[in-house]
């Protein structure tokens, strides 16, 4: 039903949304753009996929359905759980649809597998969600961040305001991997010390750990005075509803912000309350630009915007410059190159710019508290960590 009235309302404003795999797509009227979007749409991160797609047609929905004056043909594509679907979904999106920009992206494996493909077609891919480090960024940009920012950024706090030695544990794939290793190496060069037996991260088994009990056995046998944590979607709602209920719950838990973002804070309820976490957004922030994106979000939706609704909100927003400052008729190169001399970029989370160096942003970031906003558990800014990026 959602999909239904998203879809007659891009209808309305002159968007074509294609589902990828649904053959016979109408060619493109001159002077529309197709875009491909890439997401996790089933599957073990499919909330955040949806709130990326939905982010991006809020931006599309509020600016006439068009980027930079030009029509969007939007085409729409299911990432799955990783690079088995994320790659053949993506291939087809290039060969077959002819996108000349490819959005999107939930995990760092897919988007590490749909790398070589984007390569090859040389077409710009504006990411927005998680990032492995890719050696030539020359079509690459991203919205979000890279991967070990997150960890990275808090690690000093979490240094200075724990008395004593911090457990990291996380999934282990490429995302938990570059989350944990933010943190950690940060961490320990700040005189930080881990309570992890060999002094590495304690990985849990991905996706199949649902039980997390044996390893918080070996947190409380640490001598741990606080854990830090990531991990996203269902294993976010499973491991805080655990940790709750288990014999380290006093321990102070921080987190990359996903642990505790958007909908799985609901189905975590109140045993997430007092949950520390690090996030490049938070839907309180006061500024303009927020203000107005949150009141357009809640419009449809009955939860306040998350990080990856924004940053996905954000990859449109770079888009419709972009391509508005790329001639009345805009190539892959044309739009790349575009980019590439985009200033300040205004946004929901406070302004940012792209790295020249990573292509990522150039951002400040947020140490958040799970804290009773009205009648809901919210993520709730306590204060501004460091400005991450290069």
Known sequence: MYRSKVLAG?????????????????????????????????????????????????????????????????????????????????TKLVKQDRVSVLTGIV??????????????????FIGANARPAFKDVSRVWHTSYLSQETGASVAQYVR????????????????GHDQL?????????????????????????????????PYFAQIKASGAKAVYTFYAGTAAIDFVKQYSQSEIKDLPLYAAGFLTEGGVLNAQGPAARGIFSVLNYSPDLDNAENRSFVAAWKENHDAPPTTYAMASYDAAAVLDKAIGAAGDNPTPESINRAIGQLGQIDSPRGAWQFSKSTHSPVQKWYLRQVR?????LSNMVVTDLATVGK
């Open 10 to 90: 891009l209808l309305a404003l002159g968007v074509t949304v294609a589902a990828a795999g649904c053959g016979g797509e109408p060619e493109g009227s001159p002077g529309t753009i197709k875009v491909g979007l890439l997401a996790s749409l089933s599957g073990t991160y499919q909330a955040i996929g949806t709130d990326m797609r939905d982010g991006f047609q809020l931006y599309l929905r509020t600016h006439g359905g068009k980027l930079g004056g030009h029509p969007i043909e939007l085409v729409v594509a299911d990432e799955g759980d990783g690079p088995p679907t994320a790659v053949p979904a993506a």
């Open 107 to 124: 995990g760092g494996g897919s988007a590490a597998g749909v790398y070589p493909v984007l390569t090859e077609a040389k077409i710009p």
């Open 160 to 175: 200075d305001h724990v008395d004593g030695s911090v457990y990291a544990i996380g999934p282990d794939y490429q995302g």
């Open 181 to 213: 290793k933010g943190f950690t190496e940060a961490f320990t060069k700040a005189g930080g010390t881990l309570a992890n037996a060999d002094g590495k991260t304690r990985f849990t088994p991905f996706p199949t750990t649902t039980n997390f009990t």
């Open 372 to 376: 009773q906003d009205g009648r809901a």
